[in-house]
């Protein structure tokens, strides 16, 4: 079974929920790139990262970054405001060597009981969203 999102659909639903203006492009069904403009004091010219999916697992997903140190930096220090803004994230967030990120999905409350009936199976990008597959248990 496959889920779809438009980035437009993420894009809106990030920005009414969050305040952040956010633009996606896939490079390959496995890269992504999100740009943003940082909010804040001083005004700061549009950037962006580029996010790969390493490995899916039936329950957790291995992201990884390209970044060089100003945005290692910028990621490491979002990923500490997601743990403490977020405290159900704390063991779910887990930062790996080589600029790669494990969700343990197994690990976020509001998705344990998602996981009893469906096993993650991949997730890939296309020109306009992001397919996510799944099977049922």
């Known amino acids: 079974m496959n889920i779809y999102a438009s980035f437009e659909e993420i894009k809106e639903y990030v920005e009414a929920h969050y305040g952040l203006s956010l633009d996606f492009k896939a490079k390959s069904p496995k890269e992504i ?35 060089g140190l100003a945005k290692d930096l910028v990621i490491s220090g979002a990923l500490k405001f997601l743990r403490h803004r977020y405290p159900e994230l704390e063991d779910a967030l887990i930062s790996e060597p080589d600029n790669r990120i494990r969700v343990d999905l197994s690990r976020i409350p509001q998705a344990k009981p998602v996981l009893k009936t469906i096993a993650l199976n991949d997730i890939r990008f296309d020109d306009s969203g992001v397919v996510v597959s799944f099977s049922l248990k």
């Open 33 to 67: 790139t999100i740009s943003y403009e940082p909010k804040g004091f001083l005004k700061i010219a549009r950037t962006s990262v580029e996010i790969g999916i390493d490995t899916v697992g039936s329950n957790f997903i291995v992201l990884y970054y390209v970044a």
